[in-house]
DNA sequence: CCGCGATACTTTGTATCGCAAAGTTCGAGC
DNA sequence: GCTCGAACTTTGCGATACAAAGTATCGCGG
């Protein structure tokens, strides 16, 4: 049941459409990884140490995620500096181990067909 | 100057500079997963039926990755209607698995710290 | 108090690149 | 011979990643 996205995967088996452009972007994706190690949220100088990006990209990519749910920015409203907190948000969270998920299916399917093309070229996926 | 790009993976422990943007976008990493699983090589059509690209679509990402050395492109000499088969040299596999690498550890680093993201957020700030 | 530099963030411009629609060539069928 | 269609190829548009430059605030020294 509820094979209907499964059926065009069938079709197309090395499509892996499930593979976020969102999320897939580099930056965005060392991100996100640096933002699901540290839960309580990192500042926006902490991520640019961490993934080695420059200012304006660093913004770039923390507003389109942002934009799409994906983390929350809250600045510190103290008096003091206002640092910006950059937190994965749940939905966020989700859909990026959703994302790891097709990028394991992708690692695995690569394994699996190397042993295959190790040992010998059967039949080339004759039929599917 | 290699080693100077390990210190920069101490320093940006997530930058994830190993990942190859050549391979990294989602239509030619489809394409090359294609080609790891048929070592004896694909024809134009049947890539892009397994990875549900468009004819315009696919014959870039072919050039991208053939002027990369990643794939090789033979036409059929014979008197019949010219198949370009597709096939993966061996660097191009090379490089296709070092790039798998870099993914495996990104899964890890995630999985990993996530573990430690599920115990509990002890403290909401880390510094105070 | 006022300038000076540093830090945190933002804006802007460019160059790259993914994407698909249209074009071209060749073979098969009528 | 002409048409239809499949296999490639070319072209143009739109999105976006990237970084350099700009703005605002804080801390320090005069």
Redesign the interface.
């Known amino acids: 049941m509820a094979e209907r996205r499964d059926k065009?995967s069938a079709?197309?088996?090395?499509?892996?459409?499930g593979?976020d452009?969102v999320i897939?972007e580099?930056a965005r994706?060392?991100?996100l990884?640096?933002l699901?190690?540290?839960?309580?949220g990192l500042t926006f100088a902490a991520l640019k140490?961490?993934?080695?990006l420059t200012d304006g990209n660093l913004f770039r990519h923390l507003q389109t995620l942002e934009s799409e749910g994906i983390v929350s920015a809250a600045k510190t409203p103290g008096t003091g500096r206002p640092q910006t907190l950059v937190r994965l948000t749940a939905a966020g969270r989700r859909r990026?181990?959703d994302y790891?998920a097709v990028?394991?299916t992708?690692?695995v399917?690569?394994a699996r067909?190397?042993q295959?093309?190790r040992r010998k070229?059967p039949r080339?996926?004759s039929r599917g």
Chains 1, 2 share one sequence.
């Open positions: 065009a079709d197309h088996p090395f499509a892996y459409e593979l452009r897939h580099r994706l060392s991100l990884t640096s699901v190690a540290h839960p309580q140490q961490l993934c080695d990026y181990f790891l990028l394991e992708v690692i399917d690569a067909n190397t295959l093309a070229p080339a996926s």
